[in-house]
């Protein structure tokens, strides 16, 4: 198919994967192709649609169904009952939206789907159009995850020690958990592993990281997928390069965001712990309780997001506001985490916010709970050395005594400062990964991002 020129204003159909993790970035990404003169169409499920604050009135929202449009994903049941569904209702509900945008002669030109909707590439094709399959996990936890689909890594694990081309060694407890969960329940791993079924028929494979992070693996890829591009990060500007003023948020966002920064202004610098896991992770009340006694037996101040609906978990008489320390159920993260008054991020280490804390500095502390978020803080504890895991006891509890240990190692001594130092490293790279200059390298190096759009 002919590319179309930029004059001519190629019309992009992003399609997100419903959850906050997914939006954010496809949103920021879509942001990033208008600036560039593309015409952008977003597409989630229905029912998540309603979440959806703040989207630029010049991107343009339609709808699919995942067949669950009144209450949700919860009320599939399971994961593979919703994963099924999705399947089904979504394809589709998809095929209707690209026929109803090609009859209204509001034609597409390319669609980019998020991964882990491989069927939309099969519907993509069926009109003739471009599609570029959107990968928001980071390229470590992807090569895992293509393994599998080649047949050169099983589950569940057979080896000790995994080693993967251009991988660091890989111990058990670095690896995605639907490893462990395979031989009870195979159909969240094999959801993961369906993303890389189709992905050589895609006309372009975009990750959300940048060069310099995963260049030996880039490398790598690029020989197996040609038409790789590591597009990231893909952050709001204001967090970045600052080229673009009103670029300062996400497209989804909460209430309560002004609240903590004011909290956090009288703050010395440096002197806030930031507590926070994502829009997913649930814990049990007995790690809740350890959290929550470590953080008020701690000297220093903190700022924890506990969502509303865990919000019971809190042990009773947890006081949520005090000189000392703020809860919150929602907040503006890159805005917290770009004040100067925080020191370190306790994390879930999913892949957005492991981003984000590389793109501003801030070192980590990591418990992660699913899904990539081992993976997630192997690398940032052990390639990118900008933090350090949380042990666990035999419970699988990270005790108030260990993580006030980490909090101090962090806080206050030689180790942390390095973290930072390293923290900072990476913040430069991904400023130069996006600025002009840089991109136009990066471009001839296989690098889509700012005015490089014409180039695919
Ligand atoms: C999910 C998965 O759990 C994660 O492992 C995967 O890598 C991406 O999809 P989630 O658990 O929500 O995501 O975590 P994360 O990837 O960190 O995304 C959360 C997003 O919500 C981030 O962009 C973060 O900035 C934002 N956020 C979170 C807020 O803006 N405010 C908050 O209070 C908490």
């Given at each position: 198919m002919e590319k179309k020129s930029i004059t001519s204003r190629a019309h992009c159909l992003v399609l997100a994967f419903p959850g906050q993790g997914h939006i954010n970035p496809m949103l920021q990404f879509s942001k990033l192709l208008e600036r560039q003169g593309v015409r952008i169409t977003l597409v989630t499920t229905r029912f998540y649609s309603k979440n959806l604050q703040n989207v630029p009135p010049s991107i343009a929202l339609e709808t699919i169904s995942d067949?669950?449009?009144?209450?949700?994903?919860?009320?599939?049941?399971s994961p593979k009952a919703y994963i099924d569904r999705l399947c089904q209702v979504g394809s589709e509900t998809f095929h209707e939206l690209l026929e109803k945008l090609g009859k209204s002669r509001n034609?597409?030109?390319c669609v980019i789907y998020d991964s882990f909707f491989p069927w939309a590439l099969d519907v993509t094709k069926r009109f003739g159009i471009l599609g570029a399959s959107y990968l928001t996990q980071n390229m470590t936890v992807n090569n895992i995850y293509y393994h599998v689909h080649l047949g050169t890594l099983q589950a569940p694990l057979k080896e000790h020690e995994i080693s993967l081309p251009k991988l660091p060694k890989l111990q058990h407890e670095d690896m995605p958990s639907f490893f462990f969960t395979y031989e009870e329940d195979p159909s969240m791993l094999d959801f993961f592993v369906v993303q890389f079924s189709n992905i050589d028929k895609a006309d372009w494979i975009l990750c959300n990281t940048y060069y310099e992070l995963d260049k030996e693996i880039v490398d790598w890829i690029m020989e197996i997928?040609?038409?790789?591009?590591?597009?990231?990060?893909?952050?709001?500007s204001l967090f970045l390069d600052k080229r673009y003023e009103n670029d300062q948020d996400y497209g989804v966002t909460e209430f309560k965001r002004d609240e903590c920064i004011e909290w956090l202004d009288d703050k010395p610098k440096g002197s806030v712990v930031y507590v926070s896991f994502g829009s997913i992770a649930t814990f049990g009340d007995e790690q809740m309780e350890e959290l929550a006694c470590c953080l008020k037996e701690s000297l220093g101040y903190f700022l924890w997001v506990v969502r509303a609906s865990e919000e019971t978990k809190l042990p009773k008489g947890f006081e949520k506001k005090t000189k000392k320390g703020l809860v919150v159920t929602w907040c503006s993260q890159l805005k917290v985490l770009a004040h100067e008054a925080i020191g370190c991020f306790v994390t879930h280490c999913g892949w957005n916010s492991t981003l984000e804390t590389l793109c501003l500095g801030v070192p980590i502390i990591a418990i992660p709970f699913w899904s990539d978020q081992s993976t997630n803080a192997k690398l940032m504890a052990d390639v990118w050395k900008i933090g350090i895991r949380a042990p666990i006891d035999d419970n699988k509890v990270v005790r108030r005594e260990a993580l006030k240990h980490c909090i101090r190692e962090i806080m206050e001594n030689e180790k942390g400062k390095e973290m930072k130092s390293n923290a900072i490293r990476w913040k430069t790279l991904a400023v130069k990964a996006v600025s002009d200059d840089e991109c136009h390298a990066l471009v001839r190096r296989h690098h889509v991002g700012p005015a490089s759009i014409r180039n695919w």
């Open positions: 067949g669950f449009d009144e209450v949700g994903p919860q009320e599939a049941g034609h597409v030109d997928w040609p038409k790789f591009r590591s597009i990231g990060p893909n952050i709001p």
